[in-house]
Structures are given as C-alpha cells and as structure tokens.
C-alpha cells in the first residue's frame, strides 16, 4: 500500500512537469496563446483524468464532486484574469493589472490546488507512460527535487520572490512591453502561488495545520509590506502610458496597492481562520484518541 502511494506520488510530481513543459512551448511558440492554452490544456487533461473513474465507480469516486468544482472554478477564474474583457483593459492600467495579479494569486491558485489536479493526471495518463515517467523521476531525482520546493518555507520564499521581483520597475516594464515576459509574469505568479498553497493544504497533522497557519499569515505579512509601499509612494514607480478614468499615473498606482492590500488581507486571513479551526479540531480528535486508547490500556490492566 506504502509502495503504491509512493508511486502516485511521483506520477504526480513528473505529471506536473510534463504539463508545465507543456504549456510553455504553447507560450514560446505563440505567447498569445498562452493563457487560453494553458486553460484549455489543464482543464481537458483534468476532464479526461476525473472521467475515468467517474464512469467506472460512479461520479464522486476518487475526487469528490466538490474538489472537480473548486477546480473548474479555479480555471474560470484564470480565464476571467487573463482574457478578455479584463486583458486589454490592464495594458497601461496598472490597477486593473493588479486585479489579475490577485485574482491568480489568491483565488484560482488555492482552488487548483484543492481540485486535486495531480489525482486526475495521474488517471489521465496511460499506465505505460506514468512507468516511463517513473524511471525518468529516479534517473533525474525529480521526487527529491519536488519534496524539497514543497516544503512550506521553501515555497514561501520562492512565492515572495516571484511576487517582488515581478513588482520590480525593470521587470514590471518588461512584461507590459513583451508579451513573452507578460505571460512569463503571469505563469510564475501563478505557479508560485499553487507551490504555496499545496504546501499550506497537504497537511493533515495537527503541527502540520500549525505550520500552515504561521505561512499564511507570513504570506499576508509581506503583500502587506509590498502594498503599502506601493499606496503610500509619493511618486510612481512605473513609466507607464496615462491610465484611464481620469486617474493620475501615482493615484493609479495607490489604488493598485489597495486592491492587493485590502482584499488580500480579508482572503489571507479568511484561509488564517479556516485552518486554525481545522487545527484546533485535529488536536481535539487527537486528544480524544490518545485518551480511549489510555482507557483501553487500563482495562486491560
């Protein structure tokens, strides 16, 4: 059984490689494409692997009804950011850009990942090929390399670097010039995010809950930080064209700041809150466990 989960757990991590590599030669080919390829490539993979036993065992078997929701809702939401109507409106327009940047972030990353994607790609791959993928992962250490960017700190720090330094003038400039930056911007922002929140959400122990609810409000600590210096800038950090409604380039940029402020802290601390219940109740069962088996050792005493 032990042996088993091992192997899943691998086909997983090679799966999401290959998906990744996947959508960036979509990216490099046409960077256009880009957004509605990777939403179209994700969701058809994910269909395919949520089909498959769904047919077999009956719908929920294997990903509950409520986790192929979270997922779908978690790609609607990437197609809401990244397509139109809301994608031109963000070229020159650095708020609307900042609705995107937290719609990824803070929406769609955390329902991906509660969907489950690595499940369904598992079964979406032929029995063959997850063998080949297998033998590539141990030839290559894929697993290892994977355990170490999921663990919470490490997927912590590469999210707040991806977050900061995509906010850099330099940076931010070249992905409103290029589009191969712009989705490259985008890609990682997301990737970076689904990194962190799978390393929040996969544990089950109560440390573990512990763990997640002190990155959670580490992740909040330095968006924080990031928006505050945006909101309270006395002059704009981005040579941009005029934003429109009237907007100066500085007020627009404050008002960028805000929105990843202020909904950010209500979804950050709303996650904050929901895991330190599941805390509380995984050290209650725990409790309540070590106590019948210390009723059942003395009985039979």
């Known amino acids: 059984m032990r042996r088993d989960m091992a192997r899943v757990r691998q ?49 929920g078997h294997g990903i509950p009804i409520w986790r192929a929701a979270a997922f779908a809702g978690g790609l609607a939401t990437i197609a809401t950011g990244l397509l139109p109507p809301l994608e031109p409106m963000a070229e020159g327009q650095f708020s609307i850009h900042m609705v995107q ?16 994607p690595g499940a369904a790609m598992v079964r979406a791959t032929p029995r063959g090929t997850r063998r080949w993928l297998v033998g590539v992962a141990r030839r290559f250490s894929l697993i290892r390399g994977w355990r170490a960017l999921s663990r919470p700190v490490t997927a912590w720090a590469l999210h707040l670097v991806a977050l900061w330094a995509w906010h850099l003038p330099l940076l931010y400039e070249a992905g409103t010039e290029h589009e191969a930056a712009h ?32 990155v959670v409000f580490a992740t909040a600590t330095q968006m924080n930080i990031l928006s505050a210096l945006l909101t309270f800038s006395h002059s704009p950090w981005y040579d941009l064209p005029p934003p429109r409604w009237g907007l100066t ?21 709303s996650a904050a809150a929901a895991l330190f219940a599941l805390w509380l109740r995984a050290t209650e069962r725990e409790a309540t466990r070590a106590e019948a088996l210390a009723v059942e050792s003395g009985g039979d005493a």
């Open 101 to 116: 940047h937290m719609l990824l972030i803070v929406v769609a990353a955390p329902l991906l990942v509660l969907g489950r």
């Open 183 to 214: 989705f490259l911007e985008h890609l990682t922002l997301l990737g970076s995010a689904a990194l962190l929140w799978h390393a929040i959400l996969a544990g089950r122990r109560p440390s573990a809950y512990g763990v997640s609810v002190l």
């Open 249 to 269: 380039p500085l007020e627009d940029q404050q008002l960028a700041g805000l929105i990843m402020w202020i909904p950010g802290e209500v979804l950050y601390l």
């Open 11 to 59: 086909w997983k991590t090679l799966l999401l490689v290959v998906l990744a590599a996947a959508v960036g030669l979509v990216a490099a080919a046409e960077p256009g494409l880009g957004a509605p390829g990777l939403v179209l490539l994700v969701g058809t993979v994910y269909a395919v692997g949520l089909s498959r036993p769904w047919r077999r065992f009956g719908v």
